[in-house]
């Protein structure tokens, strides 16, 4: 993105009406079916981050680094990858749907990972953003929960490995 573009986009997002208030939003409904699944894993990422470290206060409320450590692996797209193939099973035929075409979604990959991995994590953060919009929040909680599991098993195997 240029600065120009920056500029359009703010002067978009920005706009101050005659009375001096902001104004109205360009979209006033949103439809997650609608969105590209780009979009959906974008809100997806930012979900899961926050759940990944608020749970994350739960074993330390002191060490701002070791909390950034393990939130960076846990969100990393190598561990989403995991726990999303883990859950496959489990998911409902929309909620596979929504995967599906997070991971065909076409974007830059990562050095960090594999294409495939970052497919995967693409189609995970994808279902967390449209559950998240679709306000199906107690499905989200049951799939993140779910997910922090199946991440936290595979760091604990992983660091036994390298002891």
């Keep these: ?14 706009t101050i009406n005659e009375a001096g208030e ?3 939003a360009k979209y006033t409904d949103m439809h997650p079916d609608r969105l590209p699944p780009l979009v959906l894993a974008y809100i997806g990422d930012a979900y899961f981050t926050l759940y990944v470290r608020t749970r994350l206060l739960g074993y330390e409320q002191n060490k701002v680094r070791v909390l950034h450590t393990f ?4 969100v990393s797209a190598v561990m989403q990858s995991k726990a999303v193939k883990a859950l ?6 929309e909620e596979a749907d929504i995967v599906r075409r997070g991971r065909n979604a076409k ?20 279902l967390m953003g449209y559950l998240y919009l679709q306000k199906k929040y107690e499905r989200l909680s049951q799939i993140v ?3 922090f599991a199946i991440i936290s098993r595979e760091m604990t195997i992983i660091a036994k490995k390298t002891e």
């Excluded at 830059?108 to 995970?124: D, L, M």
């Design 1 to 14: 993105m240029n600065f120009d573009h920056f500029q359009q986009l703010v002067a978009n997002f920005f």
């Design 107 to 126: 974007s830059t990959v990562p050095k960090s990972a594999s294409v495939a991995q970052y497919r995967y994590a693409t189609g995970f953060e994808a």
């Design 71 to 74: 939130d960076a692996k846990m």
């Design 88 to 93: 496959e099973t489990g998911l409902t035929p």
């Design 145 to 147: 929960d779910k997910a």
């Design 22 to 24: 902001l104004s109205p």
